[in-house]
């Protein structure tokens, strides 16, 4: 009992197959945003995507891990060719 595709349940929680996103999508930002690299973007054309965790741990709050995430088109390149 409790074991899946990745083992034991808890190896799911903390693994990346946990974390789930959405595609990234082109958006204007009028005020300061935070890009993944921590540079300060706005007044300007990025990409932006949501994230959320799948199994949440317990021992965090509800959506902690839930957020919005924004980048740059080098950013994002930069992620997938590491990938």
Do not use: C
């Not at 799911?12 to 945003?33: A, H, M």
């Not at 890009?35 to 990025?46: A, P, R, Y």
């Not at 957020?67 to 997938?80: F, P, R, S, T, V």
């Amino acid at each position: 009992m409790g074991k899946n595709y990745f083992g034991v349940a808890s190896d799911y929680i903390n693994s990346e197959g946990n974390l789930r996103y959405t595609k990234w999508k082109k958006t204007f930002v009028f005020t300061p945003k935070k890009t993944i690299s921590g540079k300060k973007v706005w007044l300007k054309t990025v990409y932006k995507r949501r994230r959320w965790l799948h199994i949440e741990p317990p021992q965090f709050p509800v959506d902690h891990f839930h957020g919005i995430e924004y980048a740059e088109w080098d950013e994002i390149l930069n992620l997938k060719m590491k990938n």
